[in-house]
């Protein structure tokens, strides 16, 4: 069995990728009932917003949800900024209001 050498271009880095290789960053929204991934946005770089806006259109496109859904996060900047939240009203659905520390989502975030 051979050996990469830890010197060697191939081997992998302590992220486990090789050198050069890029990163690709993935956004999922699941139908909570089904736990289906019914949006998804992947991109070769970080637009948190962009990213979750893309993949939650997706998401409308698949499942079309009835008006007063509630759609729930993780309460990241990229879901409480402005841009997420009209999109969110304009589908008539209501975002959850409570982070895992229990204290309401500023509104008003910055994109």
Known sequence: ?????????TAPSASGRPPGAAWL???VV???LSRKAVGWAIT??????????QAFQRALAERRPPRG???HSDQSTQYACEKYRVL???????????????SSTA????C
């Open 1 to 9: 069995m051979s050996r990469i050498n830890s010197h060697s271009p």
């Open 25 to 27: 960053y993935l956004t």
């Open 30 to 32: 699941l139908d909570a």
């Open 44 to 53: 070769a770089h970080m637009h948190a917003t962009i990213q979750a806006i």
């Open 69 to 71: 859904t509630i759609h």
């Open 88 to 102: 969110l009203e304009r589908q008539c659905l209501q975002a959850s209001t409570r982070g895992r520390s229990g």
């Open 107 to 110: 509104p008003g975030a910055a």
